[in-house]
């Protein structure tokens, strides 16, 4: 049963392999074509030679016109030949890399169907490793396949009807026996099988222990935690060579051993040939005949086996790469709908529950109003859930249940896609990409002019430090946006957000890291912002928090306060504690 | 590619034995054609049954012998081209260790994963081919021309024009492809970093619903990748065609020359078709090395992507691995007239002077990009300074060897990242050995212990990689504690209590005033963080503008008013 299940899986593998090379269907059918030609004009080739040597038969009794013909033949078919191979060669290397991109372009889609749970969840390195190595090896594999089991599998065509030609009873013969070092083949390719999986595996493995502890240098440096990575590395790359030897060991056993049948089977043919001579049943020439027969027709077999190992890897890398683009997307969106931006931000949240992992509850029966331009600071001890409220806002996870409205309209009943344009975004980890400052403030509004950028930016208070850079707005964020202090990255950030004008605003720590009278400034630029705008802030600034509407305190999932700062201060509870704790610290001196 | 051999120096034994292996059994291969002519002259044609018999169960052993031989040569293979591979990751990854951040911002991390990934794939590749197939191939080629030789000296010279001129087609290939294989691989670098930013800004694509127009950038790469993959792949297609086609000519000279000698009686027919035949071993035997040479050129390319990584050297580099002697009651740290710039840039530090007694706590403030953060870097030595010097304990950090000074410091960056692993494993950094005691009491300093204690698994709990699974706070917590669990002389704390509530701040700034023996920097943006500190830096677009307490500060600098005024205090 299970055994059955797999062999369906490997089927399919490979079947939607082939489904990806289907656009390429004109040039495989091509490369077809020209390996039958580039096959058949090669078989030609030594008949046409030997013919022509036939007419070199003695001295003075050499027939050079016919032997100047025969070669002449040989000459073209030969060009022809050479021809054909390259044209085969072209239309192969077309497939395969046109196939590996397609691939690739796919698994890249993927990572924005998917929800975002898996991104969080699965180590990067193991994903950039499907995208790079997995799909590489799919290329390789391909590359192999296409050209040697094309050739091998013509080659065998053509001998086929050669030998039918000559004597349909030893063709059959000769059928009936090459079975013999396919099963061999299939035997050793089903032990290694698994090896080329884990193989795979270890290899994501060491990817994603490389992208963090690499990423991490100056944290491992400021530890004298070299040793001690480099060990957990060995560790790794130790297993990685253990199954990487095991699995190209064993790959590589088919080519011999098909070897060492095809002996076999010639030696029996000698052996029981010789005998039958003997005994007077056969001749002595067909002896010779079956034997060169049976040598030709099995060579292309060794030579398909001996590409099984790269074909293997291929499938190992293709089954992980299909496992992650079967893995589950995101549910539907409703249809996009103008009517579903530029809302106007009247927020209901009624009886919301939601946790990340089934058995940890984390918000449990939540209820917020929010009136439209109200200014909602978030606050309460880490970890309360203030980051997951705006996950739970932006759609990044869905809530198991309850509801979220916006101008009374379910948020499931609008598309992720309008749902999120009516959000600004500025988060604490700031992310850039690597492009220049110009295309990341342009992000969200990638039609904007230079003056909107520049307004951006000088409302974001970034302006005069671009400016001093020696490229200004065209300087290139590094990968790391090492060029660029934590600072400067926000403020960018920020600017972004301050060009696409969205009508609610969600600030997740977005200032930690701006000096105070930078964010004085940007403060009062978003003050400007947030006028008539619903707007989220998780924050830890008093200065911040005395000026929202509401002040939600969060605890343990829940809010257990809420009010604007001089109510909740009379109240006396856990927000005047937090606050007054803050200033006890303060003069303490 | 061949400073790369010393990899291969404990496997020399398989180098040796296994192409030897493989020539064994082609000879072995070669000879079973003879016993079959054996089998029919001798056992056939005499009507020997036993003859035949006995040279028919020869042939059965040469061929199990054969194999047995062809095993030791795939043994070989794997164990010494995945064993070369494993060196080479291992001896690479520890290079990269001795790098100092500037040299690994110039390379990159999605670079040096393609390269320890796929280039040593690559080189791990072309050695199991070198075992396999690079012995053989020359074998049946120089064979061949011993062959013709002793056949017929003047035919041979058509051997001897044809073979250098399939080593030039093979030359010319190789090395006008390699250029391409050291673009592609570059291009294969730029997919991998557009994948890795795509995945670490995923939350925000999303936010901006940018999904789509992402893809077209990648789109671009990954188009381009395939284009240069394609453009290369049309060089090396022209490989055995074009060798095919010399070898024909090569046989059509061998034919017609071969004919005119048997015209005139100095050659025979017999050794005409045994001339061919060594032609076409060449031939074949070329193939194999076309084949060979596209993995070569390939390995070509990823040895110096890989070489360029063993190239760069470390621009911080130890004196000595000896312990130094400290100057007794010297101040813990102190920076003597320090100027310090990244790269060629401008000076990022200039003229800093100041001394950190024992004990105290240095606070540090000032605007962003002011080089709050570079200062402190140049405590630990991840940076040297361009002018003036940096000491720790009395003695310039350049005197030390990197264990010795770092291993009494503790930081917090200001980035958390926590590593894949338990809770336990992340603090473990700090002190390997570090028993629960320990762990507990870094976890209570660092306001940690409440939370951690409330998880079901308490210190074992998994970390996810980054440390993902837990708030931007509870990750500050967590690498605090991890610098506390070494017990450090000098903890320095990069603007690292942030993302903490009010009240969680001040209770770890209380804990660790009252921790005499550790010097303590803080940098931070916020006054109340540093305004109990012993003595505060105002740093200002590069330069110290002020030095002193809180008190002090607010007489003398204008700027540090300013920015206590900025906060409400």
């Not at chain 2, 936010?207 to 993959?229: M, P, V």
Request: charged share 20%; with cysteine.
């Amino acid at each position: 049963m299970s055994k059955h299940r797999r062999k369906n899986r490997e089927e399919k593998t490979l079947t939607r392999l082939l489904e990806f090379c289907r656009p390429y269907i004109g040039q495989i059918i091509a490369a077809l074509i020209f390996a039958i030609i580039y096959v058949g004009l090669n078989l030609v080739a030594p008949i046409l030679v030997g013919y022509a040597i036939d007419y070199a038969v003695g001295v003075g009794k050499v027939d050079f016109v016919s032997v100047g013909l025969l070669l002449l033949g040989v000459g073209v078919s030969a060009v022809c030949s050479g021809v054909f191979q390259w044209l085969m060669n072209m239309c192969t290397n077309t497939v395969v890399y046109f196939t590996v991109r397609d691939i690739r372009r796919l698994i890249y889609k993927k990572w924005s169907t998917v929800p975002l749970s898996v991104i969080d969840r699965t180590p990067h390195g193991d994903l950039i490793s499907r995208m790079i190595n997995d799909a590489d090896s799919v290329g390789d594999g391909l590359m192999q396949g296409i050209t040697q089991l094309f050739s091998g599998i013509v080659m065998i065509i053509c001998t086929l009807v050669f030998m039918m030609y000559i004597s349909v009873t030893i063709a059959i013969a000769v059928v009936i026996i090459t079975p013999l070092s396919m099963f061999v083949a299939a035997f050793i390719t089903k032990i290694s099988r698994k090896q080329f999986m884990k193989q795979s595996e270890v290899q994501g493995e060491i990817s994603s222990y490389i992208d963090e502890y690499i990423g991490q240098q100056k944290l491992v440096k400021s530890f004298g935690y070299e040793e001690r990575s480099m060990r957990s590395f060995e560790e790794i790359n130790e297993r990685l060579r253990i199954c990487g030897q095991k699995s190209q060991w064993y790959s590589s056993l088919a080519n011999p051993s098909t070897r060492f049948v095809n002996t076999l089977v010639t030696s029996a043919v000698t052996i029981l040939g010789s005998l039958s001579v003997i005994g007077g049943t056969m001749t002595v020439g067909s002896i010779a005949t079956f034997i060169t027969y049976a040598n030709q027709y099995t060579k292309p077999f060794n030579e398909v086996t001996g590409v099984i190992p790269q074909i293997q890897a291929a499938m190992a890398g293709a089954r992980r790469i299909f496992e992650f683009l079967d893995s589950e997307n995101m549910s539907e969106d409703p249809e996009n709908s103008e009517e579903n931006r530029n809302l106007s931000g009247n927020i209901d949240i009624d009886h919301v529950n939601f946790s990340y992992v089934p058995t940890k509850k984390l918000i449990t029966d939540f209820n917020l109003h929010v009136g439209s331009g109200q200014r909602i600071a978030i606050v309460g001890p880490t970890g309360c859930g203030k980051t997951t409220l705006i996950n739970l806002l932006m759609r990044f996870y869905d809530i198991n249940s309850g509801s979220i409205k916006i101008d009374g309209k379910s948020i499931y009943q609008m598309s992720r896609h309008d749902l999120r344009s009516n959000y600004g975004m500025v988060l604490q980890e700031s992310w850039l990409y690597n492009a220049s400052i110009r295309d990341n403030i342009a992000y969200g509004r990638p039609d904007a002019d230079i003056e909107d950028v520049i307004a951006a930016a000088k409302k974001a208070h970034i302006h005069n430090f671009i400016q001093r850079l020696p490229d200004g707005y065209d300087t290139i964020v590094t990968e790391d946006g090492t060029n660029l202090s934590q600072g400067q990255r926000q403020l960018i950030c920020i600017a972004r957000v301050m060009l696409c004008d969205p009508p609610m605003l969600i600030l997740d720590e977005a200032t930690s890291s701006i000096d105070t009278r930078t964010e004085l400034r940007v403060q009062k630029a978003f003050a400007e912002m947030m006028k008539g705008r619903t707007s989220f802030i998780v924050a830890h600034r008093l200065s911040t928090i005395k000026e929202a509407d509401v002040i939600l305190v969060m605890k343990d999932g829940n809010i257990i306060e809420q009010g604007d700062h001089n109510s909740l201060m009379k109240a006396g509870g856990f927000y005047s504690n937090l606050y007054n704790s803050q200033f006890a610290v303060a003069q303490e001196g | 590619m061949f400073r790369l051999r010393r990899f291969l120096k404990d496997y020399i034994v398989y180098l040796i034995i296994g192409p030897l292996c493989k020539l064994t059994e082609a000879v072995l291969e070669l000879f079973i054609p003879l016993v079959t002519a054996d089998i029919i002259d001798n056992g056939v044609l005499k009507e020997d049954a036993s003859y035949v018999m006995s040279h028919g169960t020869l042939m059965v052993l040469m061929g199990a012998l054969g194999l047995a031989f062809a095993l030791v040569c795939q043994k070989s293979a794997s164990i010494t081209s995945q064993g070369f591979g494993t060196k080479l990751r291992n001896a690479m990854f520890s290079h990269i260790n001795t790098l100092s951040h500037a040299e690994l911002d110039k390379i990159g991390t999605p670079s040096l994963i393609t390269r320890m990934t796929s280039d040593i794939n690559q080189l791990q590749l072309a050695v199991a081919m070198l075992i396999r197939l690079v012995i053989r191939a020359p074998f049946l080629v120089i064979g061949a021309l011993v062959m013709a030789c002793t056949i017929d000296f003047k035919m041979s010279l058509i051997f001897f024009i044809a073979s250098p001129l399939i080593a030039l087609v093979l030359y010319i290939v190789m090395n006008r492809s390699v250029p391409y294989f050291k673009d592609m691989q570059k291009k294969l670098d730029k997919v991998s970093l557009l994948s890795r930013e795509n995945l670490s800004g995923n939350r925000v694509i999303r936010a901006f619903n940018k999904q789509g127009s992402d893809e077209e950038i990648f789109e671009r790469s990954n188009s381009e990748l395939a284009e240069t993959s394609v453009r290369v792949g049309r060089i090396s297609a022209l490989l055995s065609p074009v060798t095919y086609i010399i070898s024909q000519a090569a046989i059509i000279a061998i034919v017609w020359f071969g004919a005119v000698n048997v015209n005139i009686g100095s050659l025979q027919t017999g050794e005409i078709i045994a001339l061919v035949n060594y032609m076409t071993q060449i031939l074949l035997a070329m193939i194999v090395v076309s084949n060979l040479v596209v993995i070569f050129t390939k390995a070509f390319a990823s040895a110096s992507r890989v070489n360029e990584v063993f190239d760069t050297k470390p621009s911080v580099t130890q004196k000595t691995t000896d312990i130094i002697e400290t100057v007794p009651g010297a101040p813990a740290v102190e920076f003597r007239g320090v100027s310090f710039g990244y790269g060629e840039g401008g000076d990022a530090l200039s003229d800093i002077s100041f001394t950190a007694e024992k004990g105290k706590t240095i606070g540090i403030i000032g605007g962003t990009g002011s080089g709050k953060t570079t200062l402190i870097n140049l405590i630990p030595r991840f940076y040297d300074t361009r002018k003036g010097e940096v000491l720790v304990n009395g003695v310039n950090v350049k005197e030390y060897s990197f264990r010795q000074l770092r291993e009494r410091m503790g930081i917090v960056p200001q980035k958390a990242v926590l590593q894949s692993g338990t809770i336990r494993s992340n603090l473990a950094w700090g002190d390997p050995d570090a028993d629960d005691e320990k762990i507990e009491n870094a976890l209570k300093i660092s306001q940690s212990y409440e939370f951690v204690s409330k998880l079901a698994d308490g210190i074992e709990s998994e970390v996810a990689a980054g440390g993902g699974n837990f708030s931007g706070g509870q990750r500050q917590r967590l690498t605090i504690a991890r610098a506390l669990v070494k017990q450090p002389d000098i903890l320095i704390l990069d603007d690292s209590a942030s993302a903490l509530d009010m009240a969680t701040d001040a209770a770890l700034r209380r804990e660790l005033a009252a921790m005499k023996d550790m010097t303590v920097f803080i940098i931070s943006q916020r006054v109340s963080a540093v305004r109990n500190s012993d003595v505060i830096l105002v740093l200002e677009n590069t330069a110290l503008v002020g030095k002193g307490t809180h008190e002090e500060l607010l007489e003398t600098c204008e700027l540090y008013r300013e920015i206590c005024r900025s906060q409400g205090v």
